[in-house]
Each structure stands twice: as structure tokens, then as C-alpha cells.
């Protein structure tokens, strides 16, 4: 049977000019790499005063993120600029010491032996928007990336802060962020070709503004996360108990900083990989009547859980192909703190090495039929990825996603619990174009029909 394949920008069969590039880089990530991006190990480009590098081989990305990580565990000047004014020293851009204690206390409190604590809150979230859904009348038009992205930001605010406190301040945190991201959605062309760091970044005073309030929600948040008395479990009070044990010992600042952290880098993340999973289903009728078919035969009326989780390895390879295909973090970015090589060639201090996911994930001379959506590869049996170092959603090396097993589990459960009894059909006539800005989403909206299953 031939598999679906699900739309990918045009390739271009010309490597674009060096001003072409950023163009099309600020309005999509991906839509910039050339037919021979998904062919070659290697690529380099000019920029100015910059040279950037991209790996697009598993020998490659294993010799830089894994052999060469102290040389290029820097994040690029622009993932910096970004994001401190909201994020501080946190460990998604500190690097060194700082970067060392914070991720000995973030890896322990999301590590994947403290799944069975973190999944009920997964499963509460999932229950509460099904209970929704169950509510509403068949055919109603949804925003299916809106209803994922509302979804995941309560189950990560219910897992920071407390199930109870979580609840109510999610729409509070959700606004503050997005009103940031809006601001900082443009690529900051300075630091990508290199301008020195000292010139003024044009909205940086409106950036600050942003982040000063997404910090007092995430200030008063704490306070009442920390302070009370009879506290409920959570990330916070696990992480802030991880630090004193081990003798980092955050202050309110850091652990600020690090909510902040696991916040933005926990919940779109898996809003976008939920989202495409719905469009991919709703495009490929086998593949969802084998989803539905799994979910029916392990799942009662109530939501999946976690001993369930392990029950429903096809709705697992589901997500991991939808990981494949539309990896939410396609492009990761390190800054070379030392002269250094790859692959025998010379890469300078200040570089930027960039590890391609989304090229990766579809080069010709890795995968079968790279294009398609053929979950059956990730099954028992299907061969899985062709090297740990060719499939990369949560990225590897020291600086791997510390939340990958929270953010498989949850998109699982999330996915299970609510295909049980429902499914979502693609608005009619509607086309979507992946598109990357900061994170890879089916466009700005995904509009589908709910249906309910029998
Ligand atoms: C499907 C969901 C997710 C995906 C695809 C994903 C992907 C990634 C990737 C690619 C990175 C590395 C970025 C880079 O190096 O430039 C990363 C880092 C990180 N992620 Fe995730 N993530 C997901 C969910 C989560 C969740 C649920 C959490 C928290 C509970 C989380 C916490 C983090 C943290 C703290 C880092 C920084 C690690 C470091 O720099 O040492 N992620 N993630």
C-alpha cells in the first residue's frame, strides 16, 4: 500500500544568495533549504562576518553535540538575545557552571522515574478537555493548534506550580507569553550575521516591558507555590528541594528564571506535535482506523493514564512519526566558543553550527521513503531510526531535552484519551503549509470539525 505524504515546503533545486536566505528565513525556517540539503552531510553558508555550519549526518551531529558538546554547547548569539531579557540565566540559554548546577536539578525533578507522579496531572488536563469536547455539538469548528496549545500550557502549569494553583493561572501565564513571543517572533537578523553585540536591538525596550510582566505572574505564582504552608507537590517544590539537597541552592530569582525555562520550553513543544498528529490522521484514513482501534481495545470511558501508556505503543509511533515529520524544534543552534573542526574542516571561534532536524529527518540516504507518514516504522520491528543520531526531536548529547519523557508521555495521553471518542476532520478546502518561526506549526491556525465517536 502506498503510504500518505503529508506537505513539505517547495525545494528549491538552486542553494539561494546569502540575502535570499535571511528573507526567506524570517518568514520560514524551513521553506530555505535546497533539494541537496536532504542529500549532502554538510552544508556551509557566508553570512557577513559569520560562517554558519550545518551538520546533516549522524557521524556529524554525534562529533559535535556528543564528542566536541563543551566546544559548541554555546546557544547562538540570537536564541540569547532573545530570550534573556525573559528567561535570565536559565539553563536553555546559560552555558558553563551556571548551566551545570541548574540542569543536575531540572534533569532530576522531570527524569523519567518521576513520570508515574508528573502523569496524572497529564491525564486531569486531557480528562477536562474531553469532558468539553463531549459537550459540544458535532461539526463545531475548532482551532485545533489553539485547543492543543491551551491543553499543554494547563498541564505544565499544573505540573509547576500544583494541580490547584495551576489550574487558575494558566490563562494568566499563557497571555503574558504569548505577548513576548509576538514581539521576539522576528529573526533577529544582527546577531545572525554576526553585528557585534554591543548595537542596540531594534524593540528592545518593549521586549524588556513584556518580560517584567511575565515575571510578576510568575513572581506571585511562587510565592504562593512555595510559601504556603500545606503546599500541594510540584516542579517548583521538588526543584527548589533538589537544589538545597545537592547544595546549588536556587534563589527566587533562579527558580524564577528555570519556571520560565520549563514553562516556554514545555508546552508549545507538544501542542504543535499533537496539532500535526491530528492533521496527519485526518489525512490518512488507515493509520487513524488503526489509532482508533488501539484506544478502543485498552481505554475505558475515562482518560488514559499512565500504566496505560505503555498499552498503546501504535498511538506512541503515531507521535514519533509525527516527531519525524514535523520535529517542533527543527533547527538547534550552538555558537563555536573555540576554534575547533568538523569533519576535518575548520570552524572558528563564533561560528554558528546549526543541527538540522528537519533535513535530517528526511535525507534521502537515511530513510525509507523519507517523505511519508509511515508510523509502522517506529513499531516493534519496523527497524525504528537508522542511527540515535539521525532522529533528534529532543536534540542530544549533554544538552538533550531534559523533558523528553514528560512530553512523549503527555502527548500519548493526551492524543489517546481524546481520539477514544472523537476525531477531527480538516476544515474542507483548507491548506496547510508548515511553517517555522520559532517553533514548526501548521501555520497560524488549524482549523478542523469535531465529530464524536460512537
Ligand atoms: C514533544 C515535546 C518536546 C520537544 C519536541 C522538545 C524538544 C527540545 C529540544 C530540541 C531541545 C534542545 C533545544 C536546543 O538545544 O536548541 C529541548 C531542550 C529543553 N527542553 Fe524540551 N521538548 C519537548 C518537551 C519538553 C517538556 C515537556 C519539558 C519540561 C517538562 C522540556 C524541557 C526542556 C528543557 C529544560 C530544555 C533545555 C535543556 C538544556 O539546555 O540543557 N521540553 N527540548
Given at each position: 500500500?502506498?503510504?500518505?505524504?503529508?506537505?513539505?515546503?517547495?525545494?528549491?533545486?538552486?542553494?539561494?544568495?546569502?540575502?535570499?536566505?535571511?528573507?526567506?528565513?524570517?518568514?520560514?525556517?524551513?521553506?530555505?533549504?535546497?533539494?541537496?540539503?536532504?542529500?549532502?552531510?554538510?552544508?556551509?553558508?557566508?553570512?557577513?562576518?559569520?560562517?554558519?555550519?550545518?551538520?546533516?549526518?549522524?557521524?556529524?551531529?554525534?562529533?559535535?553535540?556528543?564528542?566536541?558538546?563543551?566546544?559548541?554547547?554555546?546557544?547562538?548569539?540570537?536564541?540569547?538575545?532573545?530570550?534573556?531579557?525573559?528567561?535570565?540565566?536559565?539553563?536553555?540559554?546559560?552555558?558553563?557552571?551556571?548551566?551545570?548546577?541548574r540542569?543536575r536539578a531540572v534533569q532530576t525533578v522531570t527524569?523519567?522515574?518521576?513520570?508515574?507522579?508528573?502523569?496524572?496531572?497529564?491525564?486531569?488536563?486531557?480528562?477536562?478537555?474531553?469532558?468539553?469536547?463531549?459537550?459540544?455539538?458535532?461539526?463545531?469548528?475548532?482551532?485545533?493548534?489553539?485547543?492543543?496549545?491551551?491543553?499543554?500550557?494547563?498541564?505544565?502549569?499544573?505540573?509547576i506550580?500544583?494541580?490547584?494553583?495551576?489550574?487558575?493561572?494558566?490563562?494568566?501565564?499563557?497571555?503574558?507569553?504569548?505577548?513576548?513571543?509576538?514581539?521576539?517572533?522576528?529573526?533577529?537578523?544582527?546577531?545572525?550575521?554576526?553585528?557585534?553585540?554591543?548595537?542596540?536591538?531594534?524593540?528592545?525596550?518593549?521586549?524588556?516591558?513584556?518580560?517584567?510582566?511575565?515575571?510578576?505572574?510568575?513572581?506571585?505564582?511562587i510565592?504562593?507555590a512555595l510559601?504556603?504552608?500545606?503546599?500541594?507537590?510540584s516542579l517548583l517544590r521538588s526543584l527548589s528541594a533538589s537544589a538545597s539537597e545537592?547544595?546549588t541552592?536556587f534563589?527566587?530569582?533562579a527558580i524564577?528564571?528555570e519556571a520560565?525555562v520549563l514553562?516556554?520550553?514545555?508546552?508549545?513543544?507538544?501542542?504543535?506535535?499533537?496539532?500535526?498528529?491530528?492533521?496527519?490522521?485526518?489525512?490518512?484514513?488507515?493509520?487513524?482506523?488503526?489509532?482508533?482501534?488501539?484506544?478502543?481495545?485498552?481505554?475505558?470511558?475515562?482518560?488514559?493514564?499512565?500504566?496505560?501508556?505503555?498499552?498503546?505503543?501504535?498511538?506512541?509511533?503515531?507521535?514519533?512519526?509525527?516527531?519525524?515529520?514535523?520535529?517542533?524544534?527543527?533547527?538547534?543552534?550552538?555558537?563555536?566558543?573555540?576554534?575547533?573542526?568538523?569533519?576535518?574542516?575548520?570552524?572558528?571561534?563564533?561560528?554558528?553550527?546549526?543541527?538540522?532536524?528537519?533535513?535530517?529527518?528526511?535525507?534521502?540516504?537515511?530513510?525509507?521513503?523519507?517523505?511519508?507518514?509511515?508510523?509502522?516504522?517506529?513499531?516493534?520491528?519496523?527497524?525504528?531510526?537508522?542511527?540515535?543520531?539521525?532522529?533528534?526531536?529532543?536534540?542530544?548529547?549533554?544538552?538533550?531535552?531534559?523533558?523528553?519523557?514528560?512530553?512523549?508521555?503527555?502527548?500519548?495521553?493526551?492524543?489517546?484519551?481524546?481520539?477514544?471518542?472523537?476525531?477531527?476532520?480538516?476544515?474542507?478546502?483548507?491548506?496547510?503549509?508548515?511553517?517555522?518561526?520559532?517553533?514548526?506549526?501548521?501555520?497560524?491556525?488549524?482549523?478542523?470539525?469535531?465529530?464524536?465517536?460512537?
Amino acid at each position: 500500500m502506498i503510504a500518505y505524504t503529508p506537505p513539505f515546503p517547495e525545494r528549491p533545486l538552486q542553494a539561494a544568495s546569502a540575502l535570499q536566505l535571511l528573507l526567506t528565513a524570517r518568514r520560514n525556517l524551513v521553506a530555505i533549504w535546497p533539494d541537496s540539503a536532504f542529500d549532502r552531510p554538510f552544508l556551509t553558508h557566508k553570512l557577513l562576518r559569520r560562517r554558519l555550519v550545518v551538520v546533516n549526518s549522524p557521524e556529524l551531529v554525534r562529533e559535535v553535540f556528543v564528542e566536541k558538546a563543551e566546544v559548541f554547547q554555546r546557544k547562538s548569539a540570537q536564541q540569547r538575545h532573545a530570550l534573556e531579557p525573559l528567561i535570565g540565566d536559565g539553563l536553555f540559554i546559560s552555558d558553563g557552571e551556571t548551566w551545570k548546577g541548574r540542569r543536575r536539578a531540572v534533569q532530576t525533578v522531570t527524569h523519567v522515574s518521576k513520570l508515574a507522579e508528573l502523569a496524572p496531572a497529564m491525564s486531569a488536563g486531557a480528562g477536562h478537555l474531553l469532558a468539553d469536547w463531549k459537550g459540544r455539538a458535532a461539526g463545531t469548528e475548532i482551532d485545533a493548534l489553539s485547543e492543543m496549545a491551551e491543553l499543554t500550557a494547563g498541564i505544565i502549569c499544573a505540573s509547576i506550580f500544583g494541580q490547584r494553583l495551576g489550574a487558575r493561572s494558566a490563562a494568566a501565564v499563557v497571555g503574558a507569553f504569548s505577548a513576548y513571543q509576538n514581539l521576539i517572533g522576528q529573526i533577529d537578523v544582527m546577531s545572525l550575521l554576526g553585528l557585534p553585540e554591543f548595537l542596540p536591538r531594534w524593540q528592545g525596550w518593549r521586549v524588556g516591558r513584556a518580560a517584567r510582566k511575565i515575571q510578576r505572574v510568575l513572581d506571585g505564582l511562587i510565592t504562593e507555590a512555595l510559601d504556603r504552608e500545606a503546599g500541594e507537590a510540584s516542579l517548583l517544590r521538588s526543584l527548589s528541594a533538589s537544589a538545597s539537597e545537592d547544595g546549588t541552592g536556587f534563589d527566587r530569582q533562579a527558580i524564577r528564571n528555570e519556571a520560565a525555562v520549563l514553562f516556554m520550553a514545555g508546552h508549545e513543544t507538544t501542542a504543535n506535535t499533537l496539532a500535526w498528529a491530528w492533521f496527519l490522521l485526518s489525512q490518512d484514513g488507515e493509520t487513524e482506523r488503526r489509532l482508533h482501534a488501539e484506544v478502543d481495545s485498552v481505554l475505558g470511558d475515562g482518560p488514559a493514564t499512565f500504566e496505560d501508556v505503555k498499552r498503546l505503543p501504535f498511538t506512541r509511533a503515531v507521535i514519533e512519526e509525527t516527531l519525524r515529520l514535523y520535529p517542533p524544534v527543527p533547527l538547534q543552534a550552538r555558537e563555536a566558543v573555540a576554534d575547533s573542526t568538523i569533519g576535518g574542516r575548520t570552524v572558528k571561534r563564533g561560528d554558528l553550527v546549526v543541527l538540522n532536524a528537519w533535513t535530517l529527518h528526511r535525507h534521502r540516504r537515511l530513510w525509507d521513503e523519507p517523505d511519508a507518514f509511515r508510523p509502522d516504522r517506529f513499531m516493534p520491528g519496523g527497524g525504528g531510526a537508522p542511527s540515535r543520531y539521525a532522529y533528534v526531536p529532543f536534540s542530544i548529547g549533554p544538552r538533550i531535552c531534559t523533558g523528553a519523557a514528560f512530553g512523549l508521555t503527555e502527548a500519548v495521553i493526551c492524543l489517546a484519551t481524546l481520539a477514544r471518542h472523537h476525531r477531527l476532520k480538516l476544515r474542507p478546502g483548507w491548506v496547510v503549509e508548515p511553517t517555522c518561526r520559532l517553533s514548526l506549526r501548521p501555520g497560524t491556525r488549524l482549523p478542523m470539525l469535531l465529530e464524536h465517536r460512537p
